[in-house]
């Protein structure tokens, strides 16, 4: 139940939150993870076979302080303070993150999700070369 045995190469820096996290250790599903309590929580776990540490968010805002919280009644839990409620939690199955690439053959520069409409809208930008011979006429001014 500690990390004694574990070894960390390839660091790298991580940012869970715009405050300082609190780290604390749990077993969930039979395997250990560190939940960051701050102001975007998360918890940071490795998928068997993986060599790489994964961070998924906590639908929870400003958690101070959490805990393994593993008892009869309650096995496998976490024990979750704010600034005025205490929860008791259970982790389900953490899911992968699935990403799929879509080409748009352009360069993308920003990102908008509407909600109520249930659409994103993808900014992008395209450079075209410029032609020379026609620099001079009206004809040149494609729209997209």
């Known amino acids: 139940d500690s990390f004694e045995n574990v070894s960390l190469t390839n660091k790298r820096k ?4 715009t405050k300082p996290a609190v780290l604390s250790m749990f077993i969930a599903n039979n395997a250990q993870h560190v939940f960051a309590a ?27 302080r959490a805990c393994g919280f593993d008892t009869e009644a309650y096995p496998g839990c976490l024990a979750i303070a704010s600034e005025d409620s205490l929860m008791i939690g259970r982790v389900d199955e953490i899911q992968k993150l699935h990403i799929r690439n879509i080409p748009v053959g352009e360069l993308p520069r920003r990102i908008c999700h509407v909600e109520s409409s249930k ?26």
């Open 119 to 144: 659409v994103f809208a993808v900014l992008t930008s395209k450079i075209l070369p410029i032609d020379r011979k026609s620099e001079d006429t009206s004809e040149n001014t494609d729209m997209a």
């Open 14 to 17: 991580l940012a869970v939150g």
């Open 38 to 64: 701050c102001d975007r929580p998360s918890i940071i776990h490795a998928v068997a076979g993986n060599p790489k540490l994964l961070c998924s968010n906590v639908s929870l805002k400003e958690v101070k």
